[in-house]
């Protein structure tokens, strides 16, 4: 194959060739000053990050050694006294008819609400706790049940159009 190159073929390839490599050599020079500049600027700054970094290590020994004299010598403050504690509810996510109950016994009583209402206030108030915000109809069933158990009241019976009316009586 390469006797059936002619000498202008050759010269033309070996032309394009070395012009390829010193464009190469060129772009790799510039990026080799490019790494060498970026080198010193990190050097650099890891010296004063290095500096501050000693210097607050010392400090930080030296004062944590007086706050610990301090803290052993000063007598511990009695813990606040809460006059009504609060039950705080089980770790990981709720049920939502359970938190709709804690919601319901949150209202004042006589106040009517729906079940859109509760829904909303329940992803509000208690987002932390669920896994998913809860619908209109999640609620309105929680709320069917605490109807059934007694702990609210039919104030005006929903139809198609229009939302029941509950309350805590």
Request: charged share 25%; glycine share 4%; net charge positive.
């Amino acid at each position: 194959m390469s006797a059936e190159l002619s000498v202008a073929q050759v010269l033309a390839n070996l032309e394009a060739q070395m012009a390829l490599h010193q464009e190469r050599e060129a772009y790799h020079a510039e990026q080799e000053v490019f790494h060498r500049e970026q080198r010193a600027v990190h050097a650099a700054e890891y010296e004063t990050v290095a500096k501050h970094y000693e210097a607050f290590k010392a400090t930080a020994g030296s004062a944590a050694e007086i706050a610990a004299r301090v803290a052993a010598a000063a007598p511990k403050p009695a813990p606040p006294k809460q006059e009504s504690p609060q039950p705080t509810p089980p770790p990981g996510p709720a049920l939502p008819s359970r938190l709709v109950a804690r919601l319901v016994a949150e209202l004042p009583a006589g106040e009517t609400f729906t079940a859109s209402r509760v829904a909303a206030q329940v992803n509000r108030r208690f987002r932390s706790e669920l896994r998913k915000p809860i619908d209109s109809r999640l609620a309105s069933t929680a709320l069917r049940r605490l109807l059934a158990e007694g702990a609210i009241i039919l104030v005006q019976k929903g139809t198609a159009h229009r939302e029941a009316l509950y309350s805590r009586g």
